[in-house]
């Protein structure tokens, strides 16, 4: 688990917004993982670095929203996308993979599928997307549902296959589930099926440029016969000593965004994420500082969520809160107010459990 396009929307239901006082969306980041909410109040939050509908398949409780609202929660559905799960209310699982033929026996390579996977996105075709899939990979639901949203320049060239490297084989669920977004992706047992079925490998390559996923490590598992995607993250780059790169502190003491933070705040996850911290960043409902968007992150974690009114208001973000991961060890917490291209840092602090 552990940042840009745009994101596409979907409705979040109310089990899974829970009570937040406000109409819930859900945004996933055009290069990226995440959430949260298009309320009346307007805030967007994107949270960009935890992939696909995660709220609904993992029972994550909301991860933004705003402070005040009388809204009612949304009551629209969302079609949550995990590996081995079943779509919808019918219960209806995903066909079972075909089985795979020793990697020896595969035909082409898994640098010319990642290349035909680039073609795809490149003319906008959703069948050909398709079939570059994977049967158990997490994009194949918001692929055949049509939720891709793809760039807006041509990405063909994007992707050389004589830069593809492949850095790994064979890769271990415990290995994949230490890419950033991974765990809010996949569980331990539906993806362990996956791989001990599968003889893949791991293709450093370009980045996926939809807005399935965010990354440039290809997941490439073979089936039926040929190479197919299965995920696309990233590699894990966290600091032994994450304080040896902190930058230094800065509050935003007159509360000109930032309203509180609630450093002992408790997301419910039903046990779906571990080893992280979470912190609840509040936003002020009075602005001393105009800004079109306000992102909140964590340095060291990696989770970044956006927060904003949309087409360029000022301070439609007022009002509003995020729920943020920070890493087990440490990690560095930053509050930045964006208008047009300047990015000013309003709040920097630092989360030391041992200290």
């Known amino acids: 688990m552990r940042s840009s396009q ?20 859900c945004i996933r980041p055009c290069n990226t993982v995440g959430p949260f909410i298009q309320p009346p109040c ?9 992939c696909l509908l995660v709220a609904k398949s993992l029972g994550l409780a909301a991860l933004a929203g705003c402070l005040e609202t009388d809204s009612e929660p949304s009551s629209e559905s969302v079609t949550a996308s995990t590996s081995g799960s079943t779509d919808g209310d019918e219960g209806t699982s995903r066909s079972e993979p075909t089985d795979s033929a020793p990697t020896d026996t595969v035909a082409g390579t898994p640098a010319a599928t990642i290349g035909a996977y680039f073609q795809a996105v490149s003319t906008e075709d959703t069948d050909a997307l ?13 692929v055949e549902a049509g939720e891709v949203v793809f760039p807006e320049t041509n990405t063909a060239d994007d992707f050389d296959p004589d830069t593809a490297e492949t850095v790994g084989t064979d890769p271990t669920v415990e290995a994949v589930l230490e890419f950033e977004a991974a765990s809010f992706v996949f569980d331990e047992a539906s993806l362990e099926s996956v ?15 939809t807005n399935l996923a965010q990354g440039k490590t290809w ?3 073979p089936e039926s016969g040929e190479w197919r995607v299965f995920w696309v993250g990233r590699r894990p780059d966290i600091p032994d000593t994450p304080s040896d790169v902190f930058d230094e502190p800065i509050e935003d003491t007159d509360n000109d965004v930032v309203e509180s933070v609630d450093w002992d705040y408790d997301q419910e996850t039903d046990g779906a994420v571990a080893n992280v911290a979470w912190v609840r960043v ?13 992102r909140v992150e964590s340095t060291i974690e990696g989770w970044e969520t956006e927060l904003s009114g949309g087409e360029d208001e000022l301070n439609g973000w007022a009002g509003s809160w995020a729920n943020v991961a920070l890493h087990e060890d440490g990690d560095q917490l930053v509050v930045t107010a964006i208008s047009g291209d300047t990015e000013t840092v309003v ?3 630092h989360y030391e459990p041992e200290s």
Do not use: Q, W
């Open 347 to 349: 709040h920097r602090v």
């Open 6 to 25: 745009r994101y596409r929307t979907v409705s979040r239901s109310p089990d899974t917004a829970t009570a937040m006082g406000c109409s819930v969306r």
């Open 195 to 209: 791989l001990t079925t599968n003889s893949g490998v791991l293709v450093e390559a370009a980045a996926e440029p």
């Open 130 to 142: 398709r079939d570059t899939l994977h049967s158990e990979s997490p994009f194949v639901d918001t």
């Open 219 to 221: 997941i490439v598992l």
């Open 282 to 294: 509040n936003l002020t409902d009075a602005p001393g500082l105009d800004a079109e968007t306000v």
């Open 42 to 50: 307007k805030p967007r939050a994107v949270k960009r670095r935890n």
